[in-house]
């Protein structure tokens, strides 16, 4: 079994900054991806940051130049590192990991953490 634990959402004004952590637990074999999706009020869960094994990480353009996505593979630990906060960055932040697990290594699967709240007050 897979678990992935989430922590450091909260509330911060307009400008503030938070920093995101999410560890993947279980008997993992091999991460390919980790990443951070989001889903407001009413609106579709959307990425917002990925980062590949050996890859370059990848931005929504909403974000970029103001969250940083960084990855310690040795802790299969994924952050998130957003400044410059808006209003609109505001709602539920879900960990993302695409890995194998060790009683199947050549079988990825998405694995999904319970979600984060983040609200960017006015």
């Known amino acids: 079994q897979v678990q992935l634990v989430e922590s450091g959402g909260g509330l911060v004004q307009a400008g503030g900054s938070l920093r995101l952590s999410c560890a993947a637990s279980?008997?993992?074999?091999?991460?390919?991806?980790m990443g951070w999706y989001r889903q407001a009020p009413g609106k579709q869960r959307e990425l917002v940051a990925a980062l590949t094994s050996g890859g370059s990480p990848n931005y929504a353009n909403s974000v970029k130049g103001r969250f940083t996505i960084s990855r310690d593979n040795a802790k299969n630990t994924v952050y998130l590192q957003m400044d410059s906060l808006k209003p609109e960055d505001t709602g539920v932040y879900y960990c993302n990991a695409l890995l194998a697990m060790a009683s199947g290594p050549t079988t990825t699967r998405n694995y999904w953490g319970q979600g984060t709240q983040v609200t960017v007050s006015s």
């Open positions: 279980g008997s993992i074999f091999s991460i390919n991806r």
